[in-house]
Structure formats: structure tokens, C-alpha cells
């Protein structure tokens, strides 16, 4: 009668002997002693199939420095949530947010260019200096011409200002609060300037004394960037598309000064 060591024995010799011929190699004989301590290993243990399937290979054992699905194999996995996560409600995400301080622009570390950017950005601003087409110009059939006369020529010289586009002069237009002043600016004709005060919600209170043309802006704003002066980040050089912009005090006080003067 056969034992079932002997059984264990012979299906391992058949196994060694086709595992030889898979690779064209010449049979070998096994010794019993080779058969006992294959038997003993539990790597090499010898599994039964069912009848018309092949034997299951054995999982190779992680081996240090391999890399898994989540690292390196042969570490400990690293758990899936922490004590933090545990307490937040099912379902809800945490939104990213941006480090406070830092500029929406990579790169542009200008300290000049900084400081235009928190100051057009600041919607606590008092004065302000808001554009407008002094000049007939049809757009999707509409004539888009609004000059300060026209504003004087509006019942209670007061209208209503629209056609504002972009989504931060229109969040400067929702920050603007009764009373507060701004400079009438004529933009997109010959001789772009300012033509006068008015004050929100937007009515008209005089024409300037004179004239101030982007010319003469511009030429203090060159000046006033090698002197430190207050134009040096005025928003109409800074963000120049803006048709709604902040000014500040000094900003505000030093163009007013200018109808005093003769033009330079």
C-alpha cells in the first residue's frame, strides 16, 4: 500500500521532472532526502488542483526597496485616515487655500509691481476714477458715447453707470458707497483725460478748472516712479483696461493739485 509520504514524494519528483523539461533540461533524479526538506519548506509545499486546473504560483514575498501601489514594498502601509480626518462630517471636502500675501502672477516679484497690485485690489478705497467714451461709437447697436456734458445734461445730473464688463471694476462699482468722489475720465478719444468730479451714485458736481490730460498723468507718473511720488502705482498705468478704478488719498489730493498749475 502506498503511504501518503510516498504520494507526496512522487508528485514532487513529477513535478521536478517537468519543471526540467519546460526548460529543455535533462531529467534528474531526486533523492529522498531532497524530497523531505522540499516538503518541509512551506514555500515549495505541494498544492492539489482540482482536476482541469494548473496549480496556483505562491505570492512572491515583497523584497525591500520595491515600489507598490502606495510606496516601497516590504514597509508598512500608511493608515487611511488620520484622528483629524475622523472627526470631519461624511462627505464634506476641504476646500485648498492659497497662501496668504503671495501673487497670482509667478515671478513678478517687483516690489513696484506689488504694491499696484494689493492697492488696485483694495475695495475699501474713498476715491475712485471711472472711464468713459466722450465720443460716438456704435457697439452691438448702441452708441456707447457718455461724456461729462452728457452727464450735466442728465435730470438731477445724476445717470446710472452700466456697460461694465470686467469682473473687477464691476466689484469696484459694487464697493463704491454714496458721496464718495471720483474723477470723470475721458478715455478712447484724441486727447484721453480728466474732465471733472463726480460722486456716487454717479452725479455730476463740476467740470476741473482745466483739462488733465493721460499726457500729463503719465509724465507725472514716470517721475513719480523714479521719486517715489504718489502716482508711482496708479491704477490707469498699472491696470490700464480697468474702467472703474481705486484711487488713493494722495492720489486723489495730488491730481487735484494739478488744475491749479499750468501744464508742464
Not at 26 to 52: M, N
Not at 152 to 161: D, I, L, N, V
Not at 256 to 263: A, I, M, Q, R
Amino acid at each position: 500500500m502506498t503511504t501518503a509520504f510516498q504520494r507526496e514524494f512522487q508528485d514532487h519528483k513529477c513535478f521536478m521532472t517537468l519543471s526540467h523539461k519546460s526548460y529543455n533540461l535533462p531529467p534528474r533524479p531526486v533523492s529522498p532526502e531532497e524530497a523531505a526538506r522540499a516538503l518541509s519548506a512551506p514555500a515549495l509545499a505541494i498544492r492539489h488542483p482540482a482536476p482541469g486546473q494548473s496549480a496556483p504560483r505562491p505570492p512572491r514575498p515583497p523584497q525591500g526597496g520595491e515600489e507598490s501601489a502606495w510606496g516601497l514594498r516590504g514597509q508598512e502601509a500608511p493608515p487611511r485616515t488620520s484622528a483629524h480626518d475622523s472627526k470631519r462630517p461624511a462627505g464634506k471636502r476641504t476646500k485648498t487655500r492659497k497662501p496668504t500675501g503671495t501673487s497670482a502672477r509667478v515671478g513678478d516679484s517687483s516690489p513696484e509691481k506689488t504694491s499696484a497690485s494689493k492697492n488696485c485690489g483694495n475695495n475699501q478705497s474713498s476715491y475712485w476714477l471711472m472711464k468713459s467714451e466722450p465720443q460716438s461709437r456704435i457697439e452691438k447697436g448702441v452708441d456707447v458715447k457718455f461724456s461729462i456734458e452728457d452727464l450735466k445734461a442728465e435730470p438731477k445730473q445724476t445717470a446710472c453707470w452700466d456697460g461694465v464688463r470686467n469682473y473687477q471694476a464691476r466689484n469696484f462699482l459694487r464697493a463704491m458707497k454714496l458721496e464718495q468722489k471720483a474723477f470723470f475720465y475721458h478715455s478712447n478719444c484724441k486727447e484721453p483725460g480728466i474732465a471733472g468730479l463726480v460722486k456716487v451714485d454717479v452725479q455730476f458736481v463740476r467740470l476741473m478748472k482745466r483739462y488733465i490730460t493721460l499726457t500729463e498723468l503719465k509724465a507725472n507718473h514716470q517721475a513719480h516712479k523714479a521719486t517715489g511720488g504718489p502716482l508711482k502705482n496708479m491704477a490707469l498705468f498699472t491696470h490700464p483696461r480697468l474702467s472703474v478704478q481705486p484711487l488713493t488719498p494722495e492720489e486723489f489730493e495730488f491730481i487735484l493739485s494739478l488744475e491749479e498749475k499750468e501744464p508742464s
